[in-house]
């Protein structure tokens, strides 16, 4: 499950992990459980898009919440799980008591904040709430940058994840998640 706060770079570092992982790992999938609109086909889309073009879509396809809408998506993801040998689940960027369902259908979770005081409130929420494995933390930023403050714990600053901006998954992370898919189920 990627987390964290909204303008952080989930969305984008979501779609870069699976691309990332998907020529060596083919039967892995990721699911959008939010309703913002932002897919990855506008992640995909043309550089030629314009800015407008692309919030158009994201309106278009934006919805909202119901109480149906968590309980979906867990039902979804944990049917996925028995056909796929990872699930990223990018659930957008609020601590919701909504999220509950979600988070019994994830085991691991990783935090993508562009905002270092919003970290300890997405633990409590997904290892102490959730008791879901923490599998590292990511300080997005908006410059270009890599550094690696623990590799134990994989935790770094990393950035700049912007549609439109190609990078790729620091090698820390991508080792970890790729324990990760050797993980019994």
């Known amino acids: 499950m990627i987390v964290g706060p909204p303008d952080s770079g989930k969305s984008v570092f979501s779609h870069a992990l699976f ?3 998907l020529p060596e790992y083919p039967d892995i999938y990721l699911q959008r459980a939010h309703w913002d609109g932002e897919g990855n086909y506008l992640l995909e889309m043309s ?3 314009t800015e407008a073009e692309i919030e158009e879509f994201k309106k278009r396809d934006r919805g909202s919440l119901t109480e149906r809408f968590f309980p979906y998506h867990q039902k979804a993801i944990l049917e996925l799980r028995r ?3 990872l699930v990223i689940v990018d659930v957008g960027g609020m601590v919701q008591p909504e999220k509950l369902p979600i988070l019994s259908a994830c085991t691991h979770y990783l935090i993508i904040s562009s905002k270092v005081e919003a970290v300890d409130a997405w633990h409590e929420f997904c290892r102490d709430r959730g008791n879901l494995t ?3 933390v990511i300080h997005s930023s908006l410059s270009e940058v890599e550094i690696i403050h623990d590799s134990i714990r994989v935790e770094l600053t990393s950035g ?3 549609r439109g901006k190609l990078r790729n998954v ?3 992370l991508l080792k970890r998640i790729k324990g990760l898919l050797s993980y019994p189920r």
């Open 134 to 136: 923490a599998v590292g």
């Open 160 to 162: 700049a994840w912007i």
């Open 19 to 21: 691309t990332s992982l």
């Open 47 to 49: 550089q030629d898009a």
């Open 83 to 85: 056909q796929k040998s």
């Open 170 to 172: 620091p090698e820390v």
